[in-house]
Structures are given as structure tokens and as C-alpha cells.
């Protein structure tokens, strides 16, 4: 009877691929909420901006083309996922911009 050996290399592999599929999970359709926020990554950005982008969320796209710290702002606009509740508790009573600074 012939026994198949299970090396210590070979089951790292399965056991961390098993866990990272276990830990990627895809998020529930309905759970999350898309906001916007603007970043510099990759492009030169003044310090300014990069104050700016960091501590900003947007409710919508337009809010986001619109609050550009200033005219000469080259920063791109990218979708993120945040929880419905964080959503919902930080865009509470019509607020369509959120500064992390002051409203977390």
C-alpha cells in the first residue's frame, strides 16, 4: 500500500491558500456604499492638495470634481467602498462633503 507524503512545503501552500481565500471574502451586494475621494498618487501634487485629498470624502462625483483645493489641482477622482453604516452616520442630514478632521 502505497502512501502519498505530505511535505511540509506542500501544505504551507494549501493551508495559506486556503486562508487567504477565507480572508479575501467578497463584500455582500448591499452592504457597502460607494463614496469618492480625490488623490495625488502618482502625479505631483502641491502640499496643499495632498492635506486636502487626504482627509476628504465625497457623497457624489460632482461634489468631488468641484472642491479641488485650487485651480491648479491635478488630482484624480477614485471610487472606494465604505461601510453602509459609516455611510450612513457620516453623510447624515444632507451632507454631501465629509472632512475626516472634524467629522469622525
Known amino acids: 500500500m502505497s502512501k502519498q507524503a505530505l511535505t511540509r512545503r506542500a501544505f504551507l ?5 486556503a486562508a487567504a481565500v477565507m480572508m479575501a471574502g467578497c463584500p455582500i ?3 457597502g456604499a460607494v463614496v469618492y475621494r480625490r488623490s495625488g498618487r502618482g502625479r505631483r501634487v502641491s502640499n496643499a492638495a495632498k492635506k486636502h485629498n487626504a482627509n476628504r470624502l465625497y457623497k457624489n ?3 468631488a470634481t468641484l472642491d479641488a483645493p485650487h485651480p491648479g489641482d491635478n488630482s484624480k477622482i477614485v ?6 453604516l459609516d455611510f450612513d452616520r457620516l453623510f447624515a442630514g444632507g451632507k454631501t462633503i465629509v472632512d475626516l478632521r472634524r467629522d469622525l
Not at 501552500?13 to 491558500?17: A, C, E, L, M, V
Not at 471610487?79 to 453602509?84: D, P, S
Open 61 to 63: 462625483l460632482l461634489a
Open 13 to 17: 501552500g494549501i493551508s495559506t491558500s
Open 79 to 84: 471610487k472606494i467602498t465604505i461601510n453602509r
Open 29 to 31: 451586494k448591499g452592504q
